[in-house]
């Protein structure tokens, strides 16, 4: 697919190397035209053809360097490729997956999987190709010099290509447990890189070096398995490999000694079934590093897709005999509750009686639930509702800009773009930062205070237009006297539906809401 999608440049590999091969056979004609020369003891034809050779080496060389070139760009652009079809996987993939342990899986995917597939994909491609190609060459030379040095020259070539059938399955199970081995090493890594300021205060140093030793021995003895086995299957190759050449030699002395071909061919026939020999061992060694590839593209064969709801309520949101369980706990037990259209709605209660995911299974994140969620009295599909907002205690801010984090790409003007600061409190913030709405935030907003992560992530929602917004504590990192103003601006906006999940609603705030659920 990736190769066919930039055949240009694919082919223009592919012809080099076949021309650079092509070249590699013809000097060995020089070289055999030098040998017989020198045979001769004719000086003039001698020099004559060592020239000849030294010219065909630089073109083979300079044949060499295009080919390099135009084999890297070709491989950045199959890669690039490859990691569009993965964001798009990703970004249509269910959304639950970013929750849990899959993120630590993508990251892996994303940097040292793609190096994987480079090298044992798209290079080992390329390397068929041009093996292929030194084969073809090789063989007619052969034909031309002799026909029985072709006929042993094909023997080798059946014997070469079938032998990497023995080990299909062996050399395909050896590249699907590093994958996972090291997906599995990337999430232990993660989370002890994450998690290592936890540990210092904690004076835990035992538990960390323990903890990063086994994670280590994940990644290396999946890594070092790999390796070995794939040294002894190439070393399995190389000894049927050097069998076939020393043969050959004794072929040619042979058919040199019975006069079938001139004394000056032994110095390049000898290196044409050398080509023929070695390029069918690389091509052999090719394809079992094409067949340890395989599982690195399996994550493309699943269906899994989000599904979108298009529809939303005019007058009236519903959550009807409403449960859910996870991991064999009961979370949710026949819950009933009603939002009106621009209603204001909380939800209070103690940590663990199933807040949040309330608003989950509103916003359509969670669609394992007994129940049903109606719109406008008509039961809804069980899929993510895009027309809703939904903000966390969690905020997460990309490495960019506090303006490019509100707007996420969106084309909005100056005047949106204020109103939105404005709303969330954020207005004087940006005021006192240096580079003013233009400053960088850091990796996930390491810049900034947790109450300015949130006012961003308000803002974010509000500049979107989207009047139905789900708050998950969304608030709790503002001083109180922050998060008031907060809720009062967006509690008095006739145009938005707000159901809040707090621990800590304001007194002042109280009043506005139609209704408060406490479970």
């Known amino acids: 697919k990736y190769l066919y999608k930039k055949k240009t440049k694919t082919l223009v590999v592919f012809l080099l190397q076949i021309l650079m091969w092509g070249m590699q056979v013809i000097v060995q004609f020089f070289a055999i035209k030098t040998f017989d020369g020198a045979i001769k003891l004719d000086l003039q034809v001698f020099l004559k053809w060592i020239t000849i050779s030294f010219a065909g080496w630089l073109v083979y060389f300079l044949i060499c360097m295009l080919e390099s070139y135009f084999r890297a760009r070709a491989i950045k652009s199959m890669n690039t490729d490859l990691r569009d079809d993965f964001y798009k996987k990703i970004y249509w993939g269910d959304i639950r997956n970013f929750e849990g342990e899959k993120r630590s899986e993508?990251?892996?995917?994303?940097?040292?999987?793609?190096?994987?597939?480079?090298?044992?994909?798209?290079?080992?491609?390329?390397?068929?190709?041009?093996?292929?190609?030194?084969?073809?060459?090789?063989?007619?030379?052969?034909?031309?010099?002799?026909?029985?040095?072709?006929?042993?020259?094909?023997?080798?070539?059946?014997?070469?290509?079938?032998?990497?059938?023995?080990?299909?399955?062996?050399?395909?199970?050896?590249?699907?447990?590093?994958?996972?081995?090291?997906?599995e090493a990337m999430k232990k890594f993660k989370d002890l890189?994450?998690?290592?300021?936890?540990?210092?205060?904690?004076?835990?140093?035992k538990w960390y070096f323990k903890k990063g030793r086994e994670t280590s021995q994940i990644s290396e003895e999946a890594r070092c398995r790999k390796s070995y086995m794939t040294e002894i299957l190439e070393c399995a190759m190389g000894i049927v490999s050097v069998s076939m050449q020393i043969l050959a030699e004794v072929l040619v002395v042979i058919l040199a000694l019975y006069g079938r071909i001139g004394v000056a061919v032994l110095a390049g026939a000898a290196n044409l079934i050398g080509g023929v020999t070695n390029g069918l061992s690389n091509l052999a060694n090719a394809k079992m590093l094409i067949m340890q590839s395989k599982p690195y593209f399996n994550i493309f064969e699943s269906s899994e897709t989000e599904k979108i709801c298009r529809e939303t309520f005019n007058e009236s949101l519903a959550l009807k005999n409403i449960s859910y369980a996870y991991d064999d706990r009961e979370i949710l037990k026949n819950l009933n509750m009603d939002f009106k259209k621009n209603g204001k709605y909380a939800i209070v209660g103690k940590s663990g009686r199933g807040k949040s995911t309330i608003l989950k299974i509103i916003m359509g994140i969670i669609k394992d639930y007994d129940g049903d969620v109606l719109y406008d009295g008509i039961i809804r599909q069980r899929a993510l509702d895009t027309n809703m907002s939904y903000i966390s205690q969690d905020v997460y801010l990309f490495n960019a800009t506090i303006k490019e984090n509100i707007c996420m790409g969106g084309d909005f003007s100056d005047k949106a773009i204020n109103e939105a600061i404005i709303k969330s409190s954020l207005y004087n913030d940006i005021k006192n930062f240096t580079d003013g709405i233009d400053t960088l935030v850091g990796e996930n907003g390491a810049n900034i205070s947790g109450g300015e992560k949130q006012r961003i992530a308000l803002a974010r929602s509000l500049i979107n237009g989207k009047e139905i917004i789900l708050i998950d504590e969304g608030t709790s990192s503002l001083d109180r006297e922050n998060r008031r103003l907060i809720e009062e601006n967006l509690l008095k906006d006739k145009n938005l539906t707000i159901i809040m999940v707090s621990h800590n609603l304001d007194e002042t705030s109280k009043k506005l809401f139609d209704k408060i659920y406490e479970i």
């Open 106 to 183: 993508y990251i892996s995917y994303i940097t040292k999987n793609i190096d994987e597939i480079s090298d044992l994909a798209w290079q080992s491609v390329f390397n068929l190709v041009g093996r292929a190609a030194q084969i073809i060459w090789s063989l007619a030379a052969l034909l031309y010099l002799d026909f029985y040095l072709f006929l042993f020259a094909i023997f080798s070539s059946l014997l070469m290509w079938f032998m990497p059938k023995i080990f299909e399955k062996r050399i395909e199970k050896i590249g699907e447990e590093n994958l996972q081995a090291q997906a």
């Open 193 to 205: 890189i994450f998690g290592v300021h936890i540990l210092k205060i904690l004076s835990a140093d």
